[in-house]
């Protein structure tokens, strides 16, 4: 028998419940029509004279991780209008220009990704996300995207995917009985793998570009950490989108905030490119970002809590989710979130961050590269955000030049990035004081 908890809801372990006054009827599992947080199902329940409303489950909302997709993604409107804006011009005939989303880790780019994924796919487009990975050509990075989404296609589109007019690098995208993918090309006319790889990977987009415009849609190309291709991969895929005339074909990217200095210097093309920064979350939208996933299980936060939270967090999406992933566990189901519940979970969101975000990277340097980045460090706190690479070698006690090769093998361990010619920065937020507290208790 379930008891009462100030006289309002239940006691521990079921207490969102929202009482409500009802002239009989029972009714289980019915859908909850709120759009924002449709997919939740509630029971009803009566007892002492009312009805209550109950949450089926009541599951931590909150998504601390690398990709993991936030229950709301809080104020990135003006970000995916612009994907919506990209898919009208497309459609209307008229050519776009890639897309790149450049920010530090942890700001909500791979989000943004997936988000844009949805939308193509809601309007029928071939649309596929890839995360680009050490030595990964371009032309494998699209073979992927686009086997992984043929599967999806339906109609005339579908059968043309399917006909094995799609090839690329000796390979010929075909339907099986496992779904689409790509296989060793047979037929004598088809090009080695051997072969350059630009010409290549412009045909099949050509081709494929021609196939969704005859069936009304486009071809979407989600492509993450694009920091990670080689210099010439990188040329080769600019080049490609350069190369097209008005197929249906857009890149929609994302990276390290190096990203644009590398790709201008791999391809002048890359100036047509839009860059949008993604940075930290303002404060309303913060606040939404903690609250309103709560507020679809009926839970609720105090005032205090959030304003602790948000402030602790500085719009910075993964310390949001973080924090308020401790505080909801915290809380062990109490209806309200209260400042105690932020505070006393202060300590293990804290362990996560070290255990999970930091010390991962940092554990992954030698004695020579955590020694720079010790000394990089050093020079960041309390609150600089970047700072020149000379002052560091400086700081090190040796010429730019032989430290030099310490500092790029720190870069292309995606730790540090160079955001402006000699200029260095963490590509972590908060991790210039881990690095000095932790070098500092290692002095001990
Ligand atoms: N707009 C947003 N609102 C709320 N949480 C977000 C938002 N964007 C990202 N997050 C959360 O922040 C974390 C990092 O997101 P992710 O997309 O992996 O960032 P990035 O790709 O820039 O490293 C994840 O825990 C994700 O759930
Ligand atoms: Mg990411």
């Known amino acids: 028998m379930t008891t009462i908890d100030g006289g309002l809801g239940f006691a521990r372990g079921s207490r969102s419940l929202v009482p409500r006054a009802s002239t009989g009827g029972v009714e289980y599992a019915s859908q909850n029509k709120n759009r924002k947080h449709k997919d939740l199902v509630y029971y009803k329940v009566f007892e002492h004279g009312w009805w209550y409303r109950l949450p089926m489950n009541l599951l931590n909302p909150y998504t601390p ?22 898919a009208d011009q497309v459609q209307a005939g008229r050519t776009a220009n890639p897309l790149i989303y450049v920010g530090l880790r942890g700001m909500g780019k791979t989000s943004l990704l997936y988000a844009a994924r949805d939308l193509f796919r809601e309007r029928g487009w071939l649309a ?42 000796g390979m010929k995208l075909t339907l099986g009985p496992a779904g689409f993918s790509f296989e060793v090309d047979t037929d004598r006319r088809a090009v080695s793998p051997a072969a350059d790889a630009f010409p290549a990977l412009v045909a099949f987009l050509r081709t494929l570009g021609a196939d969704a415009r005859a069936n009304g849609v486009g071809v979407a190309l989600l492509i993450d950490e694009l920091q990670l291709f080689r210099k010439r991969d990188l040329a080769v895929l600019i080049q490609a989108l350069s190369a097209l005339d008005d197929e249906p074909i857009v890149l929609i990217g994302a990276g390290l905030p190096g990203l644009p200095a590398d ?14 920064g993604i940075g930290p979350l303002n404060d309303p939208d913060a606040r939404e970002a903690v609250v309103s996933p709560a507020f679809g299980q009926g839970i609720m936060w105090d005032e205090g809590a959030v304003s602790h939270l948000v402030a602790e967090a500085h719009g910075y999406p993964y310390f949001l989710q973080l924090y308020a992933s401790e505080a909801w566990v915290a809380a062990e189901g109490a ?15 804290q362990r996560q961050l ?14 020579k590269e955590r020694e720079y980045v010790d000394a990089m460090a050093a020079l960041m706190l309390p609150d600089v955000a970047r700072v020149g690479s000379g002052a560091v070698a400086r700081n090190l006690g040796k010429s730019l030049s032989v430290v030099a090769p310490v500092r790029d093998r720190v870069i292309k361990k995606g730790i540090v990035h160079s955001p402006a010619f000699g200029m260095l920065e963490f590509s972590v937020p908060g991790f210039a004081s881990y690095v000095v507290a932790r070098s500092s208790t290692a002095d001990l």
Do not use: C, W
């Open 263 to 276: 790709m201008a210097k791999a391809n002048t093309y890359a100036e047509r490119f839009r860059f949008e």
């Open 354 to 367: 070290s255990v999970g975000l930091y010390a991962a990277r940092y554990d992954r340097l030698s004695d």
């Open 65 to 86: 991780g690398a990709g993991t997709r936030p229950a709301l993604l809080a104020g990135r409107d003006s970000q995916t209008a612009l994907v919506r804006n990209l």
């Open 335 to 349: 209806r309200t979130i209260t400042l105690k519940h932020v505070q006393v979970s202060a300590d293990a969101a």
């Open 128 to 169: 596929g996300y890839f995360e680009v990975r050490r030595n990964v050509e371009p032309g494998i990075a699209v073979q992927h995207i686009i086997a992984d989404s043929a599967q999806l296609s339906t109609g005339m589109f579908r059968a043309a995917l399917a006909n094995g007019g799609h090839r690329i690098g």
